[in-house]
T-cell receptor, first 115, second 112 residues
Framework: DGGITQSPKYLFRKEGQNVTLSCEQNLNHDAMYWYRQDPGQGLRLIYYSQIVNDFQKGDIAEGYSVSREKKESFPLTVTSAQKNPTAFYLC??????????????FGPGTRLTVL | AQTVTQSQPEMSVQEAETVTLSCTYDTSENNYYLFWYKQPPSRQMILVIRQEAYKQQNATENRFSVNFQKAAKSFSLKISDSQLGDTAMYFCAFTNNNDMRFGAGTRLTVKP
């Protein structure tokens, strides 16, 4: 089955620790995205990558870092610099077309709780 | 910068009835795409319907249809014959293929 997997589903971390969220896709999509979802708010873009070894900051990149060493993988690290990291994190991917829309397909998400 | 506004935080509808969710957006672009996503309690984001801005005809997917008013920058979602499984958060989204912007969402409850 093609799709996007995120692991783990629930993640707990102590304050001051870095933590890495996994995102893998086997859809052969070029672009991948990380979003943060807080209660009462829509999804906010953290980082995105349209090609291997390249990525761009989104609206709320501070306190986060990413890498894109492989096409199918786009891990997100939540660093200790992120002031309020408790949230639901969603990963997405899409093909990259100039002439049409790039529908994003979403993973099941990871709920991060900082204790 | 593009913004997407959903002015209805919560709505409810009786099973089998029709409900309309509102969405407005702001952009200076002429070519873009609009989406409605559904997020059920499982929190998996599911694409409900899409609309290309250059198409005047409103998109329809079974019980779901949109009312796209480009001049007014409005993109409402109509759900006909509501079913219990339609209970979810609904997000309106905009993209010009550079990034995607989401509204804050509308929590829809379908009552039996």
């Amino acid at each position: 089955d093609g799709g996007i997997t995120q692991s783990p589903k629930y993640l707990f971390r102590k304050e001051g620790q870095n933590v890495t969220l996994s995102c893998e896709q086997n859809l052969n999509h070029d672009a991948m995205y990380w979003y943060r979802q807080d209660p009462g708010q829509g999804l906010r873009l953290i980082y995105y990558s349209q090609i291997v070894n390249d990525f761009q900051k989104g609206d709320i990149a501070e306190g986060y870092s990413v890498s894109r060493e492989k096409k199918e993988s786009f891990p997100l690290t939540v660093t200790s610099a992120q002031k309020n990291p408790t949230a639901f994190y969603l990963c997405a991917s899409s093909i990259v077309l100039v002439s049409s829309y790039n529908e994003q397909f979403f993973g099941p998400g990871t709920r991060l709780t900082v204790l | 910068a593009q913004t997407v506004t959903q002015s209805q935080p919560e709505m409810s509808v009786q099973e089998a009835e029709t409900v309309t969710l509102s969405c407005t957006y702001d952009t200076s672009e002429n070519n873009y795409y609009l989406f409605w996503y559904k997020q059920p309690p499982s929190r998996q984001m599911i694409l409900v319907i899409r609309q290309e801005a250059y198409k005047q005809q409103n998109a329809t997917e079974n019980r779901f249809s949109v009312n796209f008013q480009k001049a007014a920058k409005s993109f409402s979602l109509k759900i006909s014959d509501s079913q219990l499984g339609d209970t979810a958060m609904y997000f309106c989204a905009f993209t010009n293929n550079n990034d995607m912007r989401f509204g804050a969402g509308t929590r829809l409850t379908v009552k039996p």
